[in-house]
Nanobody
Framework: QVQLVESGGGLVQPGGSLRLSCDAS????????MAWYRQAPGAQREFVAR????????FYAEAVKGRFTISRDNNKNMVYLEMNSLRPEDTAVYYC????????????WGQGTQVTVSS
């Protein structure tokens, strides 16, 4: 079973930036649309951004539109999330996965990477 490995999180001040990475080594992600999700303490996991198989099409949650950018490198089986102008409300554990419809996904969830935005 392929394990998704998220990395790149950390503590950053409001207005700062981070770049998250999702490593899907052992899989062939080029056949899947990929997405980022996040889960804040005490909250349900929520959608953040999605990218098509080729990378030509992206879609963002309203809360992050204009601040976050999703990208992918199919040759490296990697997905990225560039996060700028971070806000305290972006604090969460961030996960990547391949949505398959409804609330189902092609991969098991990884450990995620913690992003904390605080002064």
């Amino acid at each position: 079973q392929v394990q998704l490995v998220e990395s790149g999180g950390g503590l950053v001040q409001p207005g700062g930036s981070l770049r998250l990475s999702c490593d899907a080594s052992g899989s062939i992600i080029r056949i899947y649309a990929m997405a980022w999700y996040r889960q804040a303490p005490g909250a349900q996991r929520e959608f953040v951004a999605r990218i098509s198989t080729s990378g030509s099409s992206t879609f963002y949650a309203e809360a992050v539109k204009g601040r976050f950018t999703i990208s992918r490198d199919n040759n490296k089986n990697m997905v990225y999330l560039e996060m700028n102008s971070l806000r305290p409300e972006d604090t969460a554990v961030y996960y990547c996965n391949a949505p398959r419809g409804g609330d189902t996904y092609f991969y098991n969830w990884g450990q995620g990477t913690q992003v904390t935005v605080s002064s």
